[in-house]
């Protein structure tokens, strides 16, 4: 790289300035993106007054993390287009400068770091260095460049651009749909979103996104529905595993924010450190009691049946007036995630113990079991549509990565009119 690029370190931010400094606003880690850049917060240092021509940024530049410890962060780039007027850039951020005498499109450099051929490159530096994953100057210096000729670098360039556009495109589909997946949620339960994208204003205190910290308010009883205690048709099921030996056992844990049960993993009794084990049936509706503030609950898919959980989870099944599908689309509401902050205990948000006999004296608004089966069959018909979309832009971004395996190693070239080839 260094025969056609300048690799340029940036300004330390601890570093002491010793004579007249200027304030420039400076790019952090956190403003680079995999090809975007996030500008929401931009922060300012102060530069010496000497050095601010050093570290000043420059349309064109390509800016890219040196991981700074983190493995995902590694290689991470985005072109700077001088969005930011007099903006530097940190230590843990290299400027790579194209050389003007060299032959070299920003966008199509860009482009080979992002590949997956450049990110084995970065990787590869990352497993030979000692400590943690970064990368140095030296080893970007040596970054191995693969450069058609400059009409071919235009051609690819545009070619990969197309989809950028669909995906950008379907991104919004997927933005607008997830508005309007909020808004029928609140509609049909009659309660506002817990989703951290929800139209809904929320306020989570300074915890994360997916706690909901707020005092339960109920609204009033819709027409038909009835104000009761979850306790009234839900109850608490125990079922003991004898830990047989040398037999396997799956199990199962619940991802935040409802993202629903999944397997953990497979082990036998004497790898199960936890003797306590505890059966779970396809349709259990399954509260982790360490978690559930940051909403981890769901539904055991029929795949699961069978498998075990320990004491540190709560598993319930209905009498047959709530149906439990209704149950887990209740949980997306901003009112079930405050009562199950409430019904937990704790000094830290992390270390947080759910009280079930506590939550299941919550009063809720329960609609007829009908009434509640519609629900499930509308809230089911719009999120596969969801799913739909966000499996298009995973089919996108798969194609566009096989795309540029291809076109960025000269794997597959691109064929240029008669008048572009000659140029």
Known sequence: ??????????????????????KRPY????????????????????????????????????????????PENLGRSCLWRGEVLEAVHQNHVFVVRTRSSAELLPKFLELQTQSEYGRNYFLSCAKGSTGLSSLNSSQLK?????????????RIAEILSTWDQSLARTQRLLLNSRAQWNALLGITLHLPSSNPDSTSATDSGGFPASVQPGIPTLTSVPAGWRRIQLRDHLKEVRRSATLGNGE????????????????REILTSAEIKTPSQFYVRAGDFLISKRQIVHG?????????????????????????????????????????????????????VEKMIFK?????????????????????EVLDTARRELDLIAAQIEKLKQEKAALMAELLTGKRRVRLPAAEATT
Request: net charge neutral; glycine share 8%; proline share 7%.
């Open 142 to 154: 040596r970054f191995p460049l693969l450069v058609p000729p400059p009409a071919e670098q235009h």
């Open 1 to 22: 790289m260094h025969t056609v690029a300048e690799v340029r370190t940036g300004l330390s931010k601890n570093a002491s300035r010793k004579g007249a400094t200027l």
């Open 27 to 70: 790019i952090r880690v956190a403003n680079v993106q995999g090809g975007t850049l996030d500008l929401t917060d931009v922060k300012e240092i102060d530069v010496p007054a000497s050095q601010v021509a050093r570290y000043a940024l420059q349309a064109g530049d390509l800016l890219l993390i040196e991981g700074n410890g983190n």
């Open 248 to 263: 396997s056992y799956t199990l199962v844990t619940v991802k935040r924010s409802r993202g629903g049960v999944a397997l």
């Open 356 to 376: 079930t006999e506590r939550w299941l004296k919550w009063p809720f608004n329960i609609p007829p079991l009908p009434v509640q089966q519609h629900i499930v």
């Open 296 to 348: 981890a609950c769901g539904i055991v898919p029929p795949e699961l049946d069978g498998a075990v959980v320990s004491n540190e989870y709560t598993v319930l099944n209905s009498d047959g007036q709530i149906d439990l599908r209704f149950l887990r689309y209740l949980s997306e509401s901003r009112y079930f995630q405050q009562t199950c902050f409430h019904s937990s205990i704790g000094v830290h």
